[in-house]
Each structure stands twice: as structure tokens, then as C-alpha cells.
């Protein structure tokens, strides 16, 4: 909403003569909002699966081993939390460290069609149970600068999404392709697409479009957050299309700029 948030101050200065002064605190407030919220996310997301495993262990007595059957299943599920709560520490440590290094140095060479021909096996492999057609279209040499690991998380989480949000049986193309002086990177499914009022709030951190059915398919909410973080430090930004029942596009584009080399400073010596 458009209120604005004003902190006033009166000053008495000599006789009858008062100074006032106003202070828009309205992105203060929000910066204050935005960082309680994200705690209070934080906070659900661990307590959720820290509740499961106090609830398995406070059953499983020490001295009496419980039945196998009970013990198979606190099983699957205690190392499905805990593979969840490390899931939710690993995306919130990469978030963290991309938001506190503000200075990027484009001067890594990255080999994005080696990078993405490794993720393609990463993807067949997750794709096992879904059964998806997955296309891989990768323009050979195409090779930009930047920063390697980074991009490499950008990559697979919009390749990871698309897999995890399209019904089995789909159809996803990933594509790396040449556009006049561009690289441009899109996923493209034929999912249940996306609903005009979540697109726009996709990337923030713990958005997700349906809580109880993604967070049933692994998912920590925080990677779009993620790949929005990781393509502002690259110039760059990440676009979506999607049509409900009809499926969505992630795409960015990004500079192919000539690898710099690393510049021996001149001397220049005055006489
Ligand atoms: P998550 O870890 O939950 O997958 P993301 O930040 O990667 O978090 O995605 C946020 C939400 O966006 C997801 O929970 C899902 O609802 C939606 N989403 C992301 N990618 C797709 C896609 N390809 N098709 C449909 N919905 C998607």
C-alpha cells in the first residue's frame, strides 16, 4: 500500500519559536517488517520438522527397542526431516552469503554448456519417478562471465522446479542459445502454470503458490529467492510467463562480454 510512515520532532528554539522536524520512516518500517517476517518464516520452518522428530523420539523408549515396523517408518520419516531441516540451513546459508557479498567480480570464465550437460544427468536422475520428455538445447562455446557457482544454483533450481512442479509425464525444454549480443537461458514446462497474483511474488523468500503440497515435495520456498539474488548480481533479471493448465517459462539473459584478462597495472615514471 502507498501510507507513508512520518516520525515528527518539535525543537523549541528561543522565544515562542519551534522547529519541526518530519521523517519519512516508511522504507524503514518496511526494511523492520520484512526482517520480522523472514524470522518468523525461519522459525515455522524448523519448528515443523523439529516437532516430527521430538514427537518419533519421545515414543522410542531406550531400554526397549520399538517394533520393527513402528521403528521403519520413524525411520524414513525422521531422516526425511532432517534431510528437509539440512535442505532449509544449506538455501539459507547460499542466501545469506550471495546478499552479503555486494561486489561481484565478472572476471571467472564460466563453461555453462559443460555446467548444464552435468546438471542434465543431475536432472534424468531426480526425473526417475516423474517420467518426464526433458530437451536439453545447448548452443556449444557458449560461454559467458561470471560467477560459477552461482550461476550454477540459478541453473538447477529452475531446472529442480520445473521437475518438481509439472504433473508426471510432462514435457520440459531447457534451452542455452545465442540472442544478438545475449546468452539467453529459459525453462520451459507444460505444468499447472501459475496464477497472475503468485507470479509477481515468486521470488520472495518462503512464497510458494500452494504451502501444504510443496512443502510436501521437498521444497524450502527460499530458491526463487535465491535465483533472483544470484541474477541481480549479474545485471540481470529473471523473467516469467505462465498461463494457468497451460505451463511456465523461467528465462534470463545474460551479457556475452569477452573474457577480461587480468590487467598489470602501467607505470608511469615521471622524471
Ligand atoms: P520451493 O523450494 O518451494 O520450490 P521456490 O522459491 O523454488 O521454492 O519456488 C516458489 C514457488 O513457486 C513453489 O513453491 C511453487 O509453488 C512455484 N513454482 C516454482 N516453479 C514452478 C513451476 N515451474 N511451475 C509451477 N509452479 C512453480
Avoid at 526482517?35 to 518468523?40: G, I, L, N, S, Y
Wanted: glycine letters at 4%.
Amino acid at each position: 500500500n502507498d501510507e507513508l510512515t512520518l516520525e515528527y520532532r518539535v525543537l523549541s528554539y528561543g522565544h515562542n519559536q519551534y522547529l519541526m522536524i518530519v521523517r519519512d520512516i516508511t522504507q524503514l518500517k518496511q526494511l523492520e517488517q520484512i526482517r520480522k517476517d523472514f524470522v518468523a518464516n525461519v522459525s515455522h520452518e524448523l519448528r515443523t520438522p523439529l516437532t516430527v522428530l521430538q514427537g518419533y523420539l519421545e515414543v522410542m523408549e531406550p531400554e526397549q527397542l520399538p517394533q520393527a515396523a513402528i521403528w521403519q517408518k520413524a525411520h524414513t520419516v525422521m531422516l526425511e526431516q532432517t534431510k528437509r531441516m539440512d535442505a532449509l540451513v544449506q538455501q539459507l546459508l547460499t542466501l545469506s552469503r550471495i546478499e552479503a557479498a555486494t561486489k561481484v567480480q565478472f572476471d571467472e570464465k564460466v563453461d555453462v554448456p559443460a555446467m548444464l550437460a552435468m546438471l542434465e544427468q543431475e536432472a534424468q536422475s531426480l526425473n526417475r519417478e516423474k517420467q518426464h520428455q526433458i530437451e536439453f538445447l545447448i548452443e556449444a562455446g557458449l560461454c559467458i562471465n561470471g560467477i560459477t557457482d552461482e550461476l550454477r544454483s540459478a541453473f538447477s533450481n529452475l531446472i529442480t522446479n520445473a521437475i518438481k512442479y509439472t504433473p508426471p509425464g510432462g514435457h520440459i525444454k531447457v534451452s542455452w542459445q545465442r540472442q544478438h549480443h545475449k546468452a539467453v537461458f529459459s525453462v520451459q514446462d507444460n505444468g499447472d502454470g501459475i496464477a497472475p497474483q503468485h507470479v509477481k511474488r515468486l521470488t520472495e523468500r518462503f512464497y510458494r503458490v500452494d504451502q501444504a503440497r510443496t512443502r510436501a515435495t521437498g521444497g524450502t520456498g527460499l530458491g526463487l529467492a535465491i535465483v533472483k539474488h544470484v541474477l541481480q548480481r549479474h545485471n540481470s533479471k529473471l523473467m516469467i510467463f505462465s498461463e494457468p493448465k497451460h505451463g511456465s517459462t523461467f528465462s534470463f539473459s545474460l551479457p556475452l562480454e569477452p573474457v577480461r584478462e587480468a590487467k598489470t597495472p602501467k607505470l608511469k615514471i615521471k622524471t
